[in-house]
Structures are given as C-alpha cells and as structure tokens.
T-cell receptor, first 110, second 117 residues
Framework: KQEVTQIPAALSVPEGENLVLNCSFT??????LQWFRQDPGKGLTSLLL?????REQTSGRLNASLDKSSGRSTLYIAASQPGDSATYLC?????????FGDGTTLTVKP | GAVVSQHPSRVICKSGTSVKIECRSL??????MFWYRQFPKQSLMLMAT?????????EQGVEKDKFLINHASLTLSTLTVTSAHPEDSSFYIC?????????????FGSGTQLSVL
C-alpha cells in the first residue's frame, strides 16, 4: 500500500525567502507525482506534474524534482510571497489510484 | 486547460435528507472520475472510483449504499449522500482523468462543503 508523507507539516517564513517542501513515498513504482495548492475551504489547484520518467518540472517560481529510487520529491519555491500562503499537497499515482500526503501548510509573512 | 466543474460549492441540509453533488468535465471526456473526502486539517481520502457506464468501486470502509455514485456519461458523475447525518459533514472533492493528451493528469473540481445540521 502506497504511503505518502510530507514534511514539515507547517512552515512559516518571511517574505522573499526561498523554501523547500518535501514529499516521500514508499512505493517507487509510480506513474506520476503531482503537486497541488489548496487554499482554506477551496478545492485543489494543480501546480506541477512530474511523469515517472522525468526528474523535474518548472513553472515560474516553482520547481519540483523527483527521485523515484529514493522515493522523494521536493517542491522549491523561490522568492516567496504572502500570496503563496496555502497548503501544499503532493499526490502520487500508481496502479490507477492517487494517494495524497497530509500537506504542508505554508505561511509567508510580509 | 481542462476544467472540472463541481456543484454546489456549499450546502447546508437537515439530518435525514439526501444531497447530490455534481462533477462535470467541461472540455474533455472523463472516462474515470474519483470522489474524495476531506476532514478538517486532514488530507484527501479516496472514497470511490467511477468509470463511465459501470458501477463504482468503493474503498474499504466506504458505504456504497450511503454514498451513491453515478457516472452515466463521459462528462458527468454524481455523488449522492443519502440520509445525511452530522458525521457526514465534510469537504467532498471530485477529480477526473481525461483521455488523450490529458490522460495522465488529474483535474480537480473546486469542492463541496457539506454541513449537516
């Protein structure tokens, strides 16, 4: 059974800092890994999708990496802004199902 | 990009009533749709997987008679919470997997906050 862990559970940083969110998974036979953002009481917004054959994806200030052999992915956020404050979830898809981590709640202070 | 529309976004109902939540794929055909439930400060837990034209597959511990799922077309899946009780209050989110170039990605609805009084 796939298990997904996200560390830290919560993170608070001053505006402008670069930061890294971590996601680890137990079964490396994945199809893809996706990072999402969730604002309070809202649905999910897809940020980055990494296929199992890829090592990283970039979108603007966001960079996600994937190391299947070690069962890890990181989401790097450059020059953080207060608007980045949200909960970030990673989801690992394999065998037709997606398993989510519990998320990291990020607070960026002005 | 592909869009999944979920309605309603918020619903308040009395205990014992049934509530229907709709999930529509607006610009792609979704052969598979997923329904998730999220309790406060917890992550999403898969409830069931529905494939167009066939019965939904429920995760262990999810009552299929309580949570009725219908996926009658390639663009619409519905979740009906029957005889809702306060413990059913939660955030429900659907997602859809598209065909072709979009197949590998999950598109999520905006979610439905259900409050049962």
């Amino acid at each position: 059974k796939q298990e997904v862990t996200q560390i830290p559970a919560a993170l608070s940083v001053p505006e402008g800092e670069n930061l890294v969110l971590n996601c680890s998974f137990t079964d490396s036979a994945i199809y893809n890994l996706q990072w999402f953002r969730q604002d309070p009481g809202k649905g999910l917004t897809s940020l980055l999708l990494i296929q199992s054959s890829q090592r990283e994806q970039t979108s603007g200030r966001l960079n996600a990496s994937l190391d299947k052999s070690s069962g890890r992915s990181t989401l790097y956020i450059a020059a953080s802004q207060p608007g980045d404050s949200a909960t970030y979830l990673c989801a690992v898809t394999n065998a037709g199902k997606s398993t989510f981590g519990d998320g990291t709640t990020l607070t960026v202070k002005p | 990009g592909a869009v999944v529309s979920q309605h309603p976004s918020r619903v308040i109902c009395k205990s014992g009533t049934s509530v229907k939540i709709e999930c529509r794929s607006l610009d792609f055909q979704a052969t598979t749709m997923f329904w998730y439930r999220q309790f406060p400060k917890q992550s999403l837990m898969l409830m069931a997987t529905s494939n167009e034209g066939s019965k939904a597959t429920y995760e262990q511990g999810v009552e299929k008679d309580k949570f009725l799922i219908n996926h009658a077309s390639l663009t619409l899946s519905t979740l009906t919470v029957t005889s809702a009780h306060p413990e059913d209050s939660s955030f429900y989110i659907c997602s859809a997997r598209g065909e072709g170039a979009s197949r590998v990605k999950l598109f999520f609805g905006s979610g439905t906050q259900l409050s049962v009084l």
